[in-house]
């Protein structure tokens, strides 16, 4: 199945948004939701995750202190709150179901489940 982002927009730069990832669940093989982003041009880059064991989160320094993700279990549903946005986090943002150990946790190859994203534009 899928994970499925939604919730992006265009919106002015200071400004907040919230994604939404769904579905995702605790199962087996799934060891936690991450979400990560490409910009037009470069590679796609990790921006966070959840890992359902233990409920720990894990940032990229490039967002610490400004994105959190939180779930609602009963939503099967990951959110990705951003707030400070800059125009460099302009990106398409994935959510993807992390299959790895802790280890791969930034790495996108040990993702997989990825559905087709959601635009976040930000303006200056």
């Known amino acids: 199945v899928q994970l499925q982002a939604s919730g992006g927009g265009i919106v002015q730069a200071g400004d907040s948004l919230r994604l939404a990832c769904a579905p995702a669940?605790?199962?087996?093989?799934?060891?936690?939701t991450g979400w990560f982003r490409q910009a037009p041009g470069k590679e796609r880059e990790f921006v966070g995750a959840?890992?359902?064991?233990?409920?720990?989160?894990y940032y990229a320094d490039s967002v610490k202190g400004r994105f959190t993700i939180s779930k609602d279990n009963a939503k099967n549903t990951v959110y990705l709150q951003m707030n400070s946005l800059k125009p460099e986090d302009t990106a398409v943002y994935y959510c993807?179901?992390?299959?790895?150990?802790?280890?791969?946790?930034?790495?996108?190859?040990?993702?997989?489940?990825w559905g087709q994203g959601t635009l976040v534009t930000v303006s200056s």
């Open positions: 993807a179901a992390h299959r790895g150990p802790l280890s791969t946790i930034r790495d996108d190859t040990s993702y997989d489940s």
């Open positions: 669940r605790r199962t087996s093989s799934n060891h936690g």
């Open positions: 959840f890992r359902w064991s233990g409920g720990y989160t």
